[in-house]
T-cell receptor, first 113, second 111 residues
Framework: KAGVTQTPRYLIKTRGQQVTLSCSPI?????VSWYQQTPGQGLQFLFE???????NKGNFPGRFSGRQFSNSRSEMNVSTLELGDSALYLC????????????FGPGTRLTVL | GENVEQHPSTLSVQEGDSAVIKCTYS??????FPWYKQELGKGPQLIID?????GEKKDQRIAVTLNKTAKHFSLHITETQPEDSAVYFC??????????FGKGTRLSVIA
């Protein structure tokens, strides 16, 4: 079974721009969570989607948003990029019956210049 | 909310020795405790997990123990090999709530 895939793997943007990252979960997984990983803050939860609905949201500004499609694929968007948004963005998927057992993708490395 | 502390931040062991990483959590209602291994350039990989109704779980060379009274859990790796070198993260969850991660432990296995 294929794992979680994320595109693109690497992205370079400049301050003020916006970016959209994509995540395809493991087949059969309908819950998708997003995390931001930085050396200073570690892994921090952004949001979780289940059946196209946001179920949980972390403590991030409104510039960070996401959505989930009917095929469980998910996207996250960051608007008005800041230098501090440079990070590895990780997507994880899980089964509805075990939402806490999460499997991560390889991540998208975002660099903001 | 939940807070997870992880120690040590770095750990070096000789090949063949054992490695132990410890985590403490703050919310006594947490009931799920996974461990992840992250290699350079990759996403975290789930290597073992334990739920609060179990005290210990083993999978070949790795084991996890949970002490609910003391609110801490540990990862044990025996007979370490160079390919065990990576960053290891513990996490805790109340089930339907997001995972809260420790800051990670960089394990180096010296051949």
């Amino acid at each position: 079974k294929a794992g979680v895939t994320q595109t693109p793997r690497y992205l370079i943007k400049t301050r003020g721009q916006q970016v959209t990252l994509s995540c395809s979960p493991i087949s059969g997984h309908r819950s998708v969570s997003w995390y931001q990983q930085t050396p200073g803050q570690g892994l921090q939860f952004l949001f979780e989607y289940f059946s196209e609905t946001q179920r949980n949201k972390g403590n991030f500004p409104g510039r960070f948003s996401g959505r989930q499609f009917s095929n469980s694929r998910s996207e996250m968007n960051v608007s008005t990029l800041e230098l501090g948004d440079s990070a590895l963005y990780l997507c994880a998927s899980s089964l509805l019956t075990q939402p806490d057992t999460q499997y991560f993708g390889p991540g998208t490395r975002l660099t903001v210049l | 909310g939940e807070n997870v502390e992880q120690h040590p931040s770095t750990l070096s062991v000789q090949e063949g020795d054992s490695a132990v990483i410890k985590c403490t959590y703050s919310d006594s209602a947490s009931n799920y405790f996974p461990w992840y291994k992250q290699e350079l350039g990759k996403g975290p990989q789930l290597i073992i997990d334990i739920r609060s109704n179990v005290g210990e779980k083993k999978d070949q060379r790795i084991a996890v123990t949970l002490n609910k009274t003391a609110k801490h859990f540990s990862l044990h790796i025996t007979e370490t090999q160079p390919e065990d070198s990576a960053v290891y993260f513990c996490a805790a969850s109340l089930g339907n709530t997001p995972l809260v991660f420790g800051k990670g432990t960089r394990l180096s296995v010296i051949a």
